[in-house]
């Protein structure tokens, strides 16, 4: 699998120094960046890692305008490998008991970040390029995973995390639950400022809605990651034209 630009590719990760190299960009980005933690991140090493590194496919975005540096990454992990992981690292937050009833091929998508200097650009769409060929070649109906906001202040971001549940929570029949369940509707809808609550929303969850995304019910105080979490899924049957194209649209040429 691979998605190529005369700058960028994207690649599975095939050894354990292209693993070190995604660990070494979370690290910079969750850790240095954001201020999150973790008990197995190596700060002596700079990598950013858990216990779950090993089930995941890390899907790779690289510039070979600098010596093939490593610039992006996702973290995925087909339905069918998470029991040998001990479950999806979503369960921890959420109830996925909806999307194991569903029946359909689940993907969990994390870790995903950009190094600095490539965000706004066309980097994350060549990520997303070969994340839809991914999709594809495993048969993949339903992606999900927790997305977060920096910060562990709800009240912060009353107006996204509210406008989020009253315009976008998932259809009943897959709807994830948090565990430790903190209200979205933190504000009555008729107070909810749209246009705020979108200058608020982390450009990535604002993608995964245009491509017709939804949340689950609740959010997630991660105090250990320092964020506030949603989980976000999209179900790929329900993808119309317009955002499948937005979604797997060839940007090489």
Same mark, same amino acid.
């Given at each position: 699998m691979n998605?190529?630009?005369p700058q960028f590719s994207a690649r599975l990760a095939r050894t354990d120094a292209d693993i070190r190299a995604a660990q070494r960009l979370r690290y910079d980005v969750f850790v240095r960046e954001l201020g999150s933690g973790g008990a197995l991140v190596d700060h002596?090493?700079?990598?950013?890692?858990?216990? #779950?590194?090993? #089930?995941f496919d890390h899907l790779l975005l690289v510039d070979h305008a600098r010596q093939?540096?490593?610039?992006?990454?996702?973290?995925?992990?087909p339905g069918d490998r998470a029991a040998a992981a001990g479950g999806f690292y979503s369960e921890a937050e959420y109830d996925l008991d909806a999307l194991h009833k569903s029946g359909r091929k689940l993907l969990e998508l994390g870790r995903s970040c950009l190094h600095p200097d490539y965000r706004g650009g066309s980097a994350? #769409?060549?990520?997303?390029?070969?994340?839809?060929a991914y999709v594809a070649d495993h048969g993949i109906e339903i992606l999900f995973g927790v997305a977060s906001f920096h910060g562990t202040d709800v009240q912060k971001l009353a107006h996204p995390l509210s406008h989020l549940h009253y315009r976008h929570r998932a259809p009943?029949?897959?709807?994830?639950r948090a565990r430790t369940y903190q209200p979205m509707a933190l504000l009555p809808e008729s107070e909810v400022d749209r246009k705020r609550a979108m200058l608020e929303t982390?450009?990535?969850?604002k993608a995964y809605l245009r491509l017709g995304g939804c949340v689950g019910d609740g959010a997630f105080v991660d105090?250990?990651?320092?964020?506030?979490?949603?989980?976000?899924?999209?179900?790929?049957?329900?993808?119309?034209?317009r955002q499948k194209n937005l979604y797997s649209r060839d940007i090489a040429g």
């Open positions: 998605a190529q630009s002596e090493a700079g990598l950013e890692k858990d216990r #779950f590194d090993p #089930f093939d540096a490593v610039i992006g990454v996702y973290r995925l992990l994350m #769409f060549h990520l997303w390029q070969a994340l839809a009943e029949t897959l709807r994830t982390p450009a990535l969850i105090k250990a990651f320092n964020t506030t979490d949603v989980c976000l899924l999209i179900d790929t049957a329900q993808m119309n034209q």
